[in-house]
């Protein structure tokens, strides 16, 4: 007799995804500037360290609310004893009326649709249980954050099904990958319960287009039993243009009026998932949130959310803490300067080593093309790449294939969860690494038979990019590009 239950030791969980194989690498020899400095550098973790300055200064000037004071008398008691699962009344209007001001107030949320969840991770799943049966299937843009699997498939049953998303577009969906999606679901004999996309995208970390969102909102105008989940935890790290557009903003665009038939058909089948576990860097609080405007989504979701409550001294502590708009106003400036400073420190960083990425502009992490360093194009040759930069350059950075990826050579990069000193050894191992990897290829080539005149492996490559691909270099402040004449 097995002791474990068929659903917990299913491996729909994808533990054994080397996004969290790379994990417990980096969680036995993790790196220490003096304890262990040989050990792995951790780029594999999507956190948000670069604000906490501005956090802590704010605790420090309201001592009274991180005491669990009210108009300087305890309120331990009132915190301590049972809450119910619809959440304190103060902090779901300061969640929405953050979530508002992400959105340059372009749009509102009422407090009265929000549903709050232990993070994201327990939102989605809660949607999840909520819309589909065991069996049924979402659509999910390629690459995607591997956390999903677990958290949309592994406890509910439900399946997941990519929209294959390539580089030839930088990894925008089309309306033909999308249809496919749904075609092949069909093959499976699968029931497409709707689509969720992350905006903005992690591994990508870019915003989606208004073409992509009018896209979705028509494919779930025309399937009128499928929903459409907008994941919108990293709304508030967009730090350069194009700004961020949520679905909430094209379905106002779109002029449906919420009581009108045709408002009812989208609108209550739109739902957006929020937390604070990025934007604010704060994924140890466990605070996330369903938004909809759909009455009985929102009311089984509140039952539901009896699963993953958010506590309520954080609910407390954080009411006062976004309730303080002038706080907010400058936490948001600050925590975009912040993280456009570093994500320009890292592509500088990586352009001295040769590599390029996808042109970003938002999120705590690079998606980051390595192509020109496999050894063949197949994902076996990336997993090899893989575990030479885990152990032998000690950086825990992700696969592409862990996120999905149809094509090899890719990898999601962060560069918000250390100090810029560790950023720069990072990138210091990094161009250690390439040169050796170019400068073997080199000596190969040249002792070879070959007379034709060889370019460097990641020469050839860049070469490539340029003819074919222009857009999928970093070309900003056109750095890299008299870089890259120089070089070639
Ligand atoms: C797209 C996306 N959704 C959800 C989550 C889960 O976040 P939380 O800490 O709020 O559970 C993450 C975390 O990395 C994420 O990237």
């Known amino acids: 007799m097995r002791l474990l239950s068929s659903k917990a030791s299913c491996n729909t969980h994808g533990q054994d995804s080397s996004y969290f194989l790379g994990w417990e690498e980096y969680e036995k020899n993790p790196y220490d500037e003096a304890m262990n400095p040989e050990g792995i550098i951790q780029m594999g973790l999507a956190e948000n360290q670069l604000s906490f300055d501005i956090l802590e200064s704010w605790l420090a000037k309201n001592q009274d609310v991180a005491g669990f004071k009210r108009d300087g008398k305890s309120i331990f008691r009132e915190l301590?004893?049972?809450?119910?699962?619809h959440g304190i009344p103060s902090f779901k209007k300061a969640m929405v009326d953050f979530m508002a001001e992400i959105r340059g107030n372009k749009v509102t949320f009422d407090p009265n649709?929000?549903?709050?969840?232990?993070?994201?991770?327990?939102?989605n799943e809660t949607l999840m249980f909520c819309l589909a049966e065991q069996g049924d299937a979402f659509l999910l843009p390629t690459p995607y954050y591997p956390g999903f699997d677990r958290d949309l498939k592994w406890r509910t049953g439900v399946e997941i099904v990519p929209i294959q998303c390539t580089s030839s577009n930088n990894f925008q969906i089309t309306e033909s990958a999308l249809l496919q999606a749904h075609e092949d679901a069909k093959k499976r004999n699968l029931r497409v319960k709707g689509v969720l996309v992350t905006n903005p995208s992690n591994p990508l970390g870019t915003t989606m287009s208004r073409n992509e969102l009018n896209l979705l909102i028509d494919f779930i105008k025309v399937n009128k039993d499928m929903h459409l989940i907008s994941d919108e935890i990293y709304?508030?790290?967009v730090f350069s243009?194009?700004?961020?557009?949520?679905?909430?903003?094209?379905?106002?665009?779109r002029n449906y009026l919420k009581d009108s038939s045709d408002a009812a058909q989208v609108w209550n089948r739109v739902h957006v998932i929020y937390s604070l576990s990025k934007d604010l860097g704060l994924p140890g609080f466990r605070v996330g949130a369903i938004y909809s405007d759909n009455d009985e989504v929102v009311a089984a979701a509140t039952k539901m959310s009896s699963f993953g409550l958010v506590s309520s001294q954080t609910q407390y502590l954080l009411s006062a803490m976004l309730g303080d708009k002038k706080f907010t106003k400058n936490y948001l400036l600050e925590n975009q300067k912040s993280l456009k400073r570093r994500h320009r420190m890292f592509i500088y960083g990586l352009q001295k080593t040769g590599i390029s990425c996808l042109k970003s502009n938002a999120g705590l992490f690079c998606w980051v093309d390595m192509r020109h360093l496999l050894s063949s194009n197949t994902f076996e040759a990336e997993m090899e790449l893989w575990k030479k930069i885990v152990y032998q350059v000690k950086l825990n950075i992700s696969p592409g294939s862990s996120c999905h990826c149809t094509e090899p050579g890719w990898f999601r990069v962060c560069f918000a969860n250390m100090s810029e000193d560790t950023l720069n050894l990072a990138m210091k191992?990094?161009?250690?690494?390439?040169?050796?990897?170019?400068?073997?290829?080199?000596?190969?080539?040249?002792?070879?038979?070959?007379?034709?005149?060889?370019?460097?492996?990641?020469?050839?490559?860049?070469?490539?990019?340029?003819i074919g691909t222009r857009r999928?270099?970093?070309?900003?402040?056109?750095?890299?590009?008299s870089w890259l004449v120089c070089e070639v």
Not at 80 to 85: G, H
Not at 244 to 251: A, Q, T
Not at 472 to 481: E, F, G, L, N, P
């Open 80 to 85: 301590a004893l049972f809450q119910d699962y």
């Open 113 to 123: 649709h929000i549903v709050l969840t232990a993070g994201s991770t327990s939102a």
């Open 235 to 237: 709304s508030g790290t």
């Open 241 to 253: 243009s194009p700004g961020f557009i949520s679905i909430m903003e094209i379905l106002k665009e």
């Open 429 to 466: 191992r990094l161009t250690t690494f390439v040169a050796t990897i170019t400068g073997a290829n080199e000596s190969k080539k040249n002792s070879g038979t070959s007379r034709t005149m060889s370019l460097p492996n990641w020469v050839s490559g860049y070469l490539l990019v340029i």
């Open 472 to 481: 999928t270099i970093i070309s900003r402040d056109d750095i890299a590009w």
